[in-house]
């Protein structure tokens, strides 16, 4: 098809998947190209980083990075909006969206490595993607030479025998609270996938397919089970709601995840960047959290904030994000 888009990726990238979610929301045509050996050369045309998402446009220019594509889509298919109207809501689901996409991803990045039984798992799956025609003796070593990698990299999103117990006692209150807000809707902002629900999907969705936080969300959060289902290939059934219908059970998350957590998180990690640092730490929650900074976060910090400024009418805004913790970071 000629106005069909190319979309290289992974089940087992988050980033991948939201983009795919995203796609199948608006009906776009698109083509699903697992990234292997087999399309390596065609994947090399195009992607300017070794990242996936790869977006091929029907003009044949490739985009990288889930969000930027997103928004670039959004521009071109603007119906049905995944933005709520509502400027409260609005810029929350921004604010979800970016969240998901740096703490979210600390979920599951440590849960997937952590422990032996998720590593083979994991390890195993991305090797039978790389090596579908493997026997058995091969798969075996490209397991182990996943495991080893990817098991070493874990340090990338501040996962340390310091920062665990924090990242999963975050996973397992989100999944609770969220839980609670979902019993009552089928999506973060109402009847209709946004944004933010794009953003955090991606990453609780791909940790439901390791074992470890399968066994949390199946057990303990049957509404969030159903929306990483129902994300999977979302549809509208309704509208969103307005924010006095979404604030008892959505604020705490937001107090508790983004406020005691990513808010102050993302400040100390940008300004460890600013001064040249290797590692800093922060309290979060009450607990000292140390990490090596992560320097593509402060670019996408600096988004965030210009999402924010062009927010024409911060009345009914600017008091709640001063109320959960998020409006100092915000202003910069």
Not at 20 to 47: F, G, L, M, T
Not at 76 to 86: G, L, M, Q, W
Not at 242 to 252: A, G, R, Y
Request: proline residues 7%; hydrophobic residues 40%.
């Amino acid at each position: 098809m000629a106005d069909q888009y190319r979309l290289f990726g992974a089940e087992l990238s988050p980033y991948s998947v939201k983009v795919r979610s995203y796609c199948r929301y608006k009906d776009i045509p698109h083509r699903w190209i697992i990234r292997s050996a087999a399309v390596q050369d065609e994947y090399n045309k195009y992607a300017k980083i070794p990242i996936i998402p790869l977006l091929v446009t029907p003009q044949d220019a490739g985009m990288q990075d889930s969000t930027p594509i997103i928004e670039q889509l959004e521009a071109r298919y603007p119906a049905p909006s995944i933005h709520p109207a509502d400027p409260v809501s609005g810029f929350l689901s921004a604010l979800i969206e970016e969240f998901g996409d740096e703490w979210g991803n600390k979920w599951m990045f440590h849960y997937r490595w952590a422990r032996e039984v998720d590593q083979l798992s994991s390890a195993g799956r991305i090797a039978r993607m790389m090596m579908p025609a493997a026997d058995d003796k091969q798969h075996t070593q490209m397991v182990a030479q996943v495991r080893e990698r990817m098991v070493n990299r874990v340090w990338f999103v501040g996962s340390n025998a310091q920062t665990a117990p924090q990242i999963e006692a975050s996973f397992c209150e989100a999944i609770e609270q969220l839980d609670a807000h979902l019993s009552s809707r089928a999506y973060l902002f109402g009847a209709r996938p946004s944004f933010g629900d794009l953003g955090l999907w991606g990453q609780i969705y791909n940790a439901w397919t390791d074992p470890t936080p399968c066994a949390f969300v199946e057990g303990r959060a049957p509404h969030v089970l159903a929306w990483v289902q129902r994300m999977v290939w979302p549809r509208a059934v309704g509208e969103f709601e307005p924010w006095s219908n979404l604030e008892p059970t959505l604020l705490p998350f937001l107090e508790r995840q983004l406020g005691a957590r990513f808010m102050p998180w993302t400040l100390a990690n940008a300004e460890a960047i600013a001064a040249g640092r290797e590692e800093f730490s922060v309290e979060l929650d009450g607990h000292t959290w140390t990490q090596k900074p992560q320097k593509y976060h402060a670019k996408s910090l600096q988004a965030l904030r210009a999402k924010y400024a062009a927010v024409t009418d911060t009345s009914g805004l600017d008091p709640l994000l001063a109320r959960i913790g998020c409006l100092h970071g915000l202003q910069g």
